[in-house]
């Protein structure tokens, strides 16, 4: 914990530091500000040469100086005028570059997203991770700029406004300039013995999107389960939420309640020290109190808005070390992609290994597939068979050894140009927002509608879509309650085969559906293919007898390799595994 | 306020629970702080004529100050009141403001968990959270709004006015002229702000459905090449998104702005009118302060009341919208059924003459009959579109069957409530595991609050599965899960077959979810199983499930093709064959030497036949799947 509050003020200067492009607008923006606020800070001034005036008037029963008067109301309605000009065009341009910042920081976050290893990403819960996206990013620059827009004006109006009360009279001006450091001092020992209620609610939030998220995803689930209500356990949880919220309002409620406390306070202070002077003759005209009441009302004014933005700071550094959790971590798929790839023929595994946290996934396995072949990597789960494939889609990295395609290190071939020339179906497909036929085209790069239903029905998927409400243009979403899995494996499957590509690779990607049916498509997908190379990746081993060459992985390691016969002649470990799954 | 008036509604008993009488405390408190508020100017103003007086008064210097100090300390006094009562209604209007939203939650939550699975889909999962927790802090916000209009903007607004118009009436008459034009700009920013905030919110909910959708299918847009083009259509939506948003946030800079300038004159014109015609005493000279004190409480509560009427009113309209649009959902007919049973000791299931036909006339299943004995594990072997998953569903009552029963010792299962089915008659485990935030203990004990870790780890050595344990470290019970942990499918499946394992109830219903589990796991299963005497239906295209259960009935294309035991059905029944050597591969049986695969299988007939079960008829007595029977023997 400590070493994280060390860590904290880092934050924010990171955040500062990647604004820099926007320097130069930020500066002549807080410039703005600035002159707005110089402008603001001197208008008291003018009102109370404007009293003096009438007192003098008034009570030495001399005419009245108009002219003087309405020099120093033009003054101030222009200097009211031009401070909400500068007011306004400031807030214009803050609003636009933190809406440029913010752009920026969510794409650039999204992106980073694209190019992580997957298994760094599983480390996150989907709702984290939106937040992140959704929320976090986006909102570090929103209040980092409005921490340093509010501080520098507001450090500005202090100096400004000291000098302009000073003028007028310096025991007036520190009796104002005292609510700050009592309005800090307040605000510290205040929000010192509030945090805890601010990370409690934050905590009970968290849990409360965290349930509300799983009981909303598993509906069915729980509805399969005989879970229904679940009304006495959300009654415990709204009502935790209700504790936490109202305690965590009452003490921001805490600030604005002392702030008003001080304020009413400062104006009885001017007057009663006003009063005293006054009479004693040390202060002899009368204009100084609606003036020093109108500076006492803005300093405290500006002050509340010194304890937000250090509200704000924390906030900031909270968020950004969420955020830079993510940018920071090493792009190792594609800082070293310079090549473009125009087939895929030769592959070759040479030496790979994978270690994860010490855990040895892959060792050093070589192998090489031709060109046109049907090749199958099988072994029980856990063995890497999965970890093969997220190898040759360039989602992860071998930690040594090298996977060569026709000679040239994976590592550097672009994405784009390799993923034009790759087709995979998982065993956990995705659904896109859209139709069945937009979902089977869905990335299908030599857009065929024609051949889609040639597909369906050969791979026997085109039945069940037949059977959908509207058929081929049912709209579908992520979550969709139209598709079991094993027919979303379909579609996935028509998908992988519609989109061509010299490599195509199914990883369990029927893992559902039964051994007959599984066997049925490989075996026509591999008479349906030409020249393509296709890796099927099962622990049933009846669905691949048929490929040209079979390598059995066990512990990361390939432990017998060869064809069918070949393998079942040997009666080592694919034998038995044959014979006993 | 007519404005309030159109969202009555939402005085609605069921979100005003335990609300009604916090509301009127904090009333109360809104009003006498405000009433203090409103007083406190006057009562500086008194201190500030015994300052303006010292001058032409008889009273020495330290008499005049001692007067100034008394009438300090009674406004002290005032200020600590002020901070009382401030204190006291802030704490009711919050009291009541979070309550009422907690009740909006709740109606809203309670109501996403009457409606079904694909009501749900067709509303959106994605809108359910904004919609629960936005939605209700908007409306909470509305709530303290509208209790502080009717209490604030009277107050501070009429009755700073008031309170001018007791000090000068023509002062009055010119600050209420700065009506008109705050008027207008109401009007004109209104109008747009009622299109930018639905534009807004709409913009943020697809913004926020595409990072979902982006996140969960990351690897596939990934190798499907459309990280691109996704990414631009991202920029795109957070372009709108952003540039929404900073509309609504221009609109509140301007109107603080406008505000500024609009009292700036009505200040100035205040000023000169007091020069001119109203300035003789110094008592005016006093007055015009404080008229000057209420003039800048009028210009704050108009910009409060703007931002309320511009930025906060079209946004409750549409949380609105969406609350009742959720209210409105249809919900699922209420459960009739019988919502408890007698303890049963002997528990059985029967399904008897079950068909089903979809809509356009085909039979998904045809006169389907299944005896699940007490104590006995009884397979349903078939391949897709066999007709499996729709008996599941018809056992579950996820689906009514068209004809034929499902009994539980003898009771009808339509008779019985169906979450009291689910929940206590059947463990179901299905074919798609799904894991829950949480620890593994959280995980497995989800159906069995009750057992204890001793139980859990004695049913993985039962399995054989204790390697499959220590591979999540030393602290298995308490590994962490979210819903992206990648697991493969056959720990999934490991996991959910403990779970459902473990729930206390009569019939255990495995349907599809042993692929990918090492079969010694499923062995021991099997074996605990029996040692429990569990009865169960196990569902499935596992060869590995059908050889040690007690009975396999063979389904395809939604009949009955063959029933009997595993070594049987090898003889007799062709489909079986065909089926069971394809989930072992096309090997001959005598290669995997089968007596020795069925000497297992043949202790258990000796105890069924002890317990009487294997004095079941060996084929369906229909003579429709005698026929089939016929056809097929070879």
Redesign the interface.
């Given at each position: 914990m400590i070493e994280k509050k060390k860590k904290k003020p880092k934050n924010i200067m990171r955040v500062v530091a990647t604004a820099k492009p926007y320097r130069g607008r930020i500066i002549s923006l807080i410039f703005i500000g600035i002159v707005g606020i110089v402008l603001f800070s001197f208008m008291p001034t003018f009102l109370q040469n404007?009293?003096d005036s009438?007192?003098e008037?008034?009570?030495d029963g001399v005419n009245?100086q108009?002219t003087f008067?309405y020099q120093q109301?033009i003054i101030?309605?222009l200097l009211?005028?031009f401070?909400?000009?500068f007011?306004?065009i400031a807030?214009?341009f803050l609003?636009?570059y933190e809406?440029d910042l913010?752009?920026q920081s969510?794409?650039g976050i999204?992106?980073k997203?694209?190019v992580l290893p997957?298994?760094f990403?599983?480390?996150?819960?989907?709702?984290?991770?939106?937040r992140r996206?959704?929320g976090l990013a986006?909102g570090l620059y929103r209040n980092t700029l409005v921490v340093m827009y509010r501080i520098a004006r507001t450090l500005f109006f202090y100096i400004t406004s000291a000098i302009a009360m000073f003028n007028i009279n310096w025991i007036l001006a520190l009796v104002v300039i005292s609510s700050l450091p009592l309005c800090l001092i307040t605000a510290k020992i205040v929000s010192s013995r509030t945090q805890k209620y601010f990370d409690r609610n934050n905590a009970v939030?968290l849990k409360?999107?965290?349930y509300?998220?799983?009981?909303?995803?598993?509906?069915?689930?729980y509805?399969?389960?005989?879970?229904?209500?679940?009304?006495e356990e959300?009654?415990e949880i709204?009502?935790r939420?209700?504790k936490a919220?109202?305690a965590e309002?009452?003490c921001m409620?805490l600030n604005t309640?002392y702030i008003?406390?001080i304020q009413?306070?400062m104006?009885?202070l001017v007057?009663?020290v006003?009063?005293?002077l006054?009479?004693?003759r040390i202060v002899p005209e009368?204009g100084a109190?609606?003036a020093f009441?109108v500076f006492s009302?803005r300093f405290l004014a500006n002050t509340v808005i010194v304890t937000e933005a250090t509200n704000r700071i924390q906030i900031v550094n909270a968020w950004a070390e969420k955020v830079y959790e993510i940018m920071d971590h090493p792009d190792t798929l594609t800082q070293n992609e310079h090549l473009d790839v125009k087939r895929i023929g030769e592959i070759e595994f040479e030496g790979v290994s994978v270690e994860v946290e010490g855990d040895k996934i892959l060792r050093n396995i070589s192998f090489k597939i031709q060109p046109g072949t049907n090749v199958a990597i099988v072994g029980?789960?856990?063995n890497g068979k999965?970890r093969v494939v997220e190898l040759l889609?360039?989602?992860e990295v071998p930690t040594t050894g090298r996977i060569l395609i026709d000679g040239v290190d994976l590592q550097e071939i672009r994405?784009?140009s390799y993923?034009?020339k790759?087709?995979?179906a998982?065993?956990k497909?995705?659904i896109?927002?859209g139709t069945v036929a937009e979902n089977l085209l869905?990335?299908v790069?030599r857009a065929m509608p024609e051949r889609v239903m040639s597909v369906t029905k050969k791979l026997g998927s085109h039945?069940f879509i037949d059977?959908l409400p509207e058929k081929y243009e049912t709209e579908l979403?992520?979550?969709?309650?139209l598709l079991?899995?094993?027919q979303r494996q379909a579609i996935n499957i028509a998908r992988t085969v519609l989109?061509g590509g010299d490599l195509i690779i199914f990883n369990?990607a029927q893992?559902?559906?039964?051994?007959?049916?599984e066997?049925e498509v490989y075996e026509k997908i591999m008479a349906m293919k030409k020249n393509q190379t296709a890796i099927f990746i099962t622990?049933r081993?009846?669905s691949i007898?048929k490929c040209d060459h079979i390598i059995y992985l066990e512990k990361g390691r390939i432990v017998e390799e060869g064809t069918h016969q070949e393998l079942m002649k040997k009666k080592g470990k694919y034998y038995r595994s044959?014979?006993?799954? | 306020m007519g404005a309030s008036s159109s969202y009555v509604r939402y005085n609605d008993k069921r979100y005003t629970v335990g609300t009604k009488r916090l509301m009127f405390i904090a009333m109360f408190f809104m009003l006498v702080l405000e009433g203090l508020a409103l007083y406190?100017p006057m009562l500086?103003q008194r201190?500030?004529e015994?300052?303006?007086h010292?001058?032409d008064s008889a009273n020495t210097?330290g008499e005049?100050?001692t007067s100034?100090?008394l009438n300090?300390v009674m406004?002290?006094g005032f200020?600590i009141l002020?901070?009382i009562v401030?204190?006291t209604a802030?704490?009711f209007m919050?009291?009541f403001t979070?309550?009422y939203?907690?009740n909006i939650?709740?109606e809203l939550?309670?109501k996403?968990?009457?409606v079904?699975?694909?009501t749900?889909?067709k509303y959106?999962?994605s809108k359910?959270?904004p919609v629960?927790?936005n939605d209700s802090h908007w409306l909470r916000q509305y709530k303290r709004r509208v209790i502080s209009s009717i209490i604030f903007i009277p107050i501070t607004i009429f009755g700073s006015l008031v309170m001018m118009f007791l000090l000068d009436v023509r002062y009055s008459l010119i600050a209420l002229a700065a009506v008109p034009f705050i008027g207008l700009f109401f009007w004109i920013y209104m109008r747009r702000m009622k299109k930018v905030i639905p534009q807004s919110v709409q913009a943020f909910d697809d913004?926020?459905?595409n990072?979902?959708?982006?996140?969960?299918?990351?690897?596939?847009?990934?190798?499907?090449?459309?990280?691109?083009e996704r990414?631009k259509q991202?920029?795109k939506l957070?372009?709108s998104q952003?540039?929404q948003?900073?509309s609504a946030?221009?609109g509140i800079?301007?109107s603080?702005?406008?505000h500024?300038?609009i009292f700036?004159?009505i200040t100035?014109i205040i000023?000169?009118y007091?020069?001119h015609f109203n300035?003789?005493?110094?008592q005016?000279?006093v007055i015009?302060?404080t008229i000057?004190?209420y003039l800048?409480r009028i210009q704050t509560g108009s910009h409060i009341l703007f931002t309320w009427f511009v930025e906060h009113m079209p946004r409750i309209k549409l949380c609105k919208e969406r609350i009742e649009e959720v209210i409105n959902l249809p919900e699922i007919a209420q459960d009739k059924g019988l919502t408890s049973l007698p303890l049963i000791a002997e528990p059985r299931l029967e399904i008897v003459n079950v068909e089903y036909a979809?809509p356009?006339g085909t039979n998904a299943l045809t006169g389907v009959n299944i005896n699940v004995p007490h104590n006995a594990r009884i397979a349903i072997a078939g391949?897709?579109?066999s007709g499996k998953?729709m008996l599941a569903r018809i056992i579950?009552r996820?689906k009514a069957q068209t004809s034929g029963d499902v009994l539980f010792n003898d009771i009808d299962t339509t008779s019985i409530s169906?979450?009291?089915?689910?929940?206590?008659v059947f463990s179901?485990c299905?074919?798609?595991a799904?894991i829950?935030?949480g620890t593994m203990r959280d995980n497995l004990k989800m159906?069995a609050p009750n057992a204890t870790d001793e139980e859990i780890m004695q049913l993985f050595e039962d399995m054989d599965a204790i390697d499959f344990t220590q591979?999540f470290g030393s602290n298995f019970l308490d590994f962490k899960l979210?819903?992206?942990?990648?697991l493969?499918?056959?720990?999934k499946n490991l996991i959910n077959i403990v779970r459902m394992t473990l729930k206390p109830s009569y019939i255990y219903v495995y349907n599809?979810c042993f692929?990918?589990v090492?079969?010694e796991y499923l062995t021991g299963l099997m074996q605990h199983l029996k040692r429990e005497k569990k009865t169960c239906l196990m569902v499935t295209?596992s060869g590995?499930i059908c050889r040690s259960c007690n009975r396999v009935y063979v389904l395809k294309n939604g009949k009955i093709t063959g029933e009997g035991k595993h070594a049987d059905l090898m003889a007799y029944n062709a489909d079986y064959k065909r089926?069971y050597a394809?989930?072992?591969?096309?090997?001959q049986d005598e290669?995997?030497n089968y007596e020795e695969k069925t000497a297992q299988e043949q202790n258990d007939n000796k105890e069924m036949a002890a317990q009487g079960l294997d004095e079941l008829p060996m084929f369906d007595s229909s003579p429709e799947s005698k026929t089939s029977h016929g056809g097929v023997a070879p």
């Open positions: 404007i009293f009438l007192e008037t008034i009570l009245p108009f008067i109301l101030f309605a009211a005028l401070n909400e000009v007011q306004v807030a214009i609003l636009k809406n913010q752009e969510i794409n999204k992106r997203l694209d997957i298994s990403l599983n480390g996150f819960a989907t709702g984290d991770l939106s996206v959704g986006g939030i409360t999107f965290t509300i998220e799983q009981k909303t995803s598993l509906h069915e689930f509805k399969i389960h005989g879970i229904e209500g679940a009304e959300y009654a709204n009502e939420e209700l919220t109202t309002e009452m409620q309640i008003t406390l009413n306070f104006f009885l007057t009663v006003f009063g005293i006054f009479v004693n009368f109190l609606p009441l009302n029980q789960t856990g999965s889609a360039k989602l994405r784009d993923y034009k790759l087709g995979i998982f065993e497909p995705f896109f927002r869905y990335g790069r039945e059977q979403t992520a979550d969709t309650p079991g899995i094993s989109n369990e893992s559902t559906t039964d051994t007959v049916t066997k622990h081993l009846a007898e044959f014979v006993t799954s | 406190f500086l201190v500030t015994i300052i303006m010292s001058a210097a005049t100050i100034i100090v300090a406004v002290f200020i002020i901070l401030n204190v802030e704490y919050i009291a979070n309550k939203s907690a939650r709740s939550f309670n996403f968990q009457r079904s699975s694909s749900l889909e959106g999962q359910v959270m629960i927790q913004y926020f459905i990072v979902k959708e982006g996140i969960t299918g990351a690897r596939d847009i990934r190798i499907l090449g459309k990280a691109d990414a991202f920029e957070v372009y952003r540039r948003a900073m946030d221009v800079n301007l603080i702005s406008f500024a300038i700036t004159i100035v000023i000169l007091g020069i300035m003789q005493v110094a005016d000279l015009l302060n000057l004190q800048t979809y356009n391949g897709v579109g998953n579950l996820e169906v979450s009291y089915l689910r929940r206590h179901y299905g074919p798609h799904r829950l935030t159906f591979k979210n819903d992206r942990t990648p493969g499918d056959g720990t599809q692929e990918h090492r079969p295209y590995h089926f394809s989930t072992l591969g096309m090997i290669e995997i």
